[in-house]
């Protein structure tokens, strides 16, 4: 299978930046969309931001002009750029992505998520 491991999490004042990284690794044939969630105490998960491999964007309406999401297709990697955090962006932020990998069967899709990586913003 194909697994993802975020990395960039922590505890940032308000107004302050942190920079998510999600690298993706195994028998990776393609991905195609890579994808930032995130899920708050007592909340449903999110979608956060959302990049096509043509690196087409999407973002929740409650992010838009602070988040930027990005990814690196040679290094099977996306990036979630956070700017002007909220106390309200606390939450575990998950990676997602899904494409094709070589299983012992031939070209198989998968869907995988990460462990998640907390995010905290004091005020």
């Known amino acids: 299978q194909v697994q993802l491991v975020e990395s960039g999490g922590g505890l940032v004042q308000a107004g302050g930046s942190l920079r998510l990284s999600c690298a993706a690794s195994g028998r990776i044939f393609s991905i195609n969309a890579m994808a930032w969630y995130r899920q708050a105490p007592g909340k449903q998960r999110e979608l956060v931001a959302h990049?096509?491999?043509?690196?087409?964007?999407n973002y929740a309406d409650s992010v838009k002009g602070r988040f930027t999401i990005s990814r690196d297709n040679a290094k099977n990697t996306v990036y979630l750029q956070m700017n002007s955090l909220k106390p309200e962006d606390t939450a575990v932020y998950y990676c997602n992505a899904d494409g094709t990998y070589l299983s012992g069967r031939g070209p198989s899709t998968f869907g995988s998520w990460g462990q998640g990586t907390q995010v905290t913003v004091s005020s």
């Open positions: 990049i096509t491999t043509g690196a087409t964007t």
